[in-house]
């Protein structure tokens, strides 16, 4: 038995901690041999790829990023690259397949699961937007780093009397925005699911100014203004269609500081949030979906994601899982707003 692993979509912290899992549990376990694909699903366009050993993902658990490399690369998007993709499953003697990755990684998955490909899923995404599992991995180490920033900009805020604007990843959905915003302290959190009126803003901080001398407002890279656009760096889009966000922290920063005349400054976290070495927590969350993920290949769960539900691993309907994008709880963003005064 041969099974195949690829990491797909933006890179995360745990993806490593989830390709050990795989490949000792596939090893160890049940005497398989473990090939990882290279790049996603551009290595198996291409056909790049390298047997794994227990060797060869010795000491990878605390590193970021992912020994097998990522891309965004669509096969769906043309019919020959979709080929490639399935003659090389064969050429490779690849008997099942593990893909871990995101919504748009996933959803080839769901797709070479209908045409009878034995595929399992591992939910990958800083920005938690996966539905069908309560957390993805990657996320708390990057709500970790965005907390860690918000305490550093709290003092230097309350030094200068500023107001602090935060960008945060984010782009469908404002987990880390709530969820570092809770954990941090923030004064406003600005996210895609609310879209928010400037006006309002700047009034409910100027009442907060009325007390207090500076303010944290964390906003998500997908924030819209109500009735606008998500704000883009240009109308470059990626394999996926996706736009490349970034820019609404500057222009809520500016429009602060014109309407409150209060020295307003701007962070953007962007790609510091992803690097690096993932927490414990994701470093367990990782190893649980990838030892799972094997054992649903031994179980013939195909076309099935691991997930995270209540503490405990279980797996779901892949297609399901990518249907619907997952928002945020707005429960947790009320609890958030008892501390914006
Ligand atoms: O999908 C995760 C994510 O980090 C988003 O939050 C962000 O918009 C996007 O990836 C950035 O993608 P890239 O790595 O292509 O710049």
Redesign the pocket.
Known sequence: MRIGILTG??DCPGLNAVIRGVTRRAIESYKWDVLGIKNGWRGLVVGETEPLSQYAVTGILPRGGTILGTS?TNPLKNQEDYKRVRDNLEKYSIDALIAVG?EDTLSVAAALHKDGIKVVGVPK???NDLSGTDFTFGFNTAVSIVTEAIDRLHTTAESHHRIMVVEV???HSGWIAVMSGIAGGADAILIPEVPFDIGELCARLKKRHQRKSFSIVVVA??ATLKGGQAVTQSDRV?AFG?V??GGVGRMVADEIEKCLGIETRLTVLG?I??GGSPTAYDRILATRFGVKAVDAVKDGEFGKMVALRAENIITVDLEEAVKTTKTVDMELLDIASVFFG
Do not use: A, V
Request: proline share 0%; no cysteine; glycine share 26%.
């Open positions: 979509g933006g965004r995101g995404t800083i920005d990843m984010g782009r890279e997908g990626d996706h490349i966000l790609h949030q992803r």
